[in-house]
C-alpha cells in the first residue's frame, strides 16, 4: 500500500481552494505527474525540502514533500 494515499495527496493539495472554486487537483494523473517532474529535479541534483533519510528514493522524497506542502502544484492559468 502506498502512504500517503492517492486520496490523502489530493487532500493535501486542495486544501487551500475556497468552497465553490475548482480544485487545483482532481485526477491522480496529476499527482503522479507532479511527483515525477520533482523526483527528477531531484535526481538531476536539486536539494530536497525535506530531511530525507540516507537511500532514500527521490520519488519517495517528492511525495513526502508534497504531502508536507513544501511543494505546491499550480494550475495551467497561474
Known sequence: MI???YSDLMAVVNEDVEPGEQP???SRYSIVL???KRARQIIAG???LIDAEEGKKPLS???EELYEGKIKIVGDDE
Request: glycine residues 0%.
Open 3 to 5: 502512504h500517503p494515499s
Open 24 to 26: 487545483v487537483v482532481q
Open 34 to 36: 507532479a511527483t515525477a
Open 46 to 48: 536539486s536539494e530536497p
Open 61 to 63: 522524497i517528492a511525495v
